[in-house]
């Protein structure tokens, strides 16, 4: 094992991590509890110098939470990480990861139960005179959320 990697002292604060973990595992496969660990969470894996973390569900096993820990872009917190996570016990309806994992999200809007692709964000943006399936009170209400350093005034 690389010293640079992991000191002796921190494999036990890693077990130290792992065992709180999976006493709070449960609770945090509600997403709404994650805040409620959330600081606790962080000052844990702050001793590790694993600061950056994410929890969520799985985009292809969307029954099945991750814990993924940030590289920060830096290959030498990815070996820190990949050390934490290699130690990691095997818990039910938990993955681990290295990295944060790669996001398979729709490019969408959703407004009131519609769904708008990002090319109608631009036309709304715009206020393109082209023809819309989006009403102009939808619009000037999408157009209020956002700014448009073009235009400002209603549609």
């Not at 969470?41 to 985009?59: C, F, H, V």
Request: charged share 20%; glycine share 6%.
């Amino acid at each position: 094992m690389n010293d640079a990697v992991s000191a002796p002292n921190e494999e036990h604060s890693i077990a130290d991590f792992w065992k709180w973990f999976g006493e709070v595992a449960p609770a945090l496969l509600q997403i709404g509890l994650v805040g409620a660990y959330g600081h606790e969470l962080s000052a844990r894996l702050a001793k590790l110098n694993a600061e950056q973390w994410e929890i969520g569900p799985l985009d292809n096993r969307p029954k099945e939470m991750f814990f993924a820990l940030s590289t920060q872009g830096d290959r030498d917190q990815y070996e820190r990480n990949k050390n934490i996570i290699d130690q990691a016990p095997p818990i039910a309806g938990w993955t681990f990861l290295a990295a944060k994992p790669p996001k398979l999200w729709e490019r969408r809007f959703i407004w009131q139960g519609s769904a708008y692709p990002p090319r109608m964000l631009l036309h709304v943006g715009s206020r393109s005179s082209g023809s819309s399936s989006m009403s102009k009170a939808t619009a000037n209400a999408l157009r209020s959320c956002f700014s448009f350093a073009n235009d400002s005034a209603p549609i």
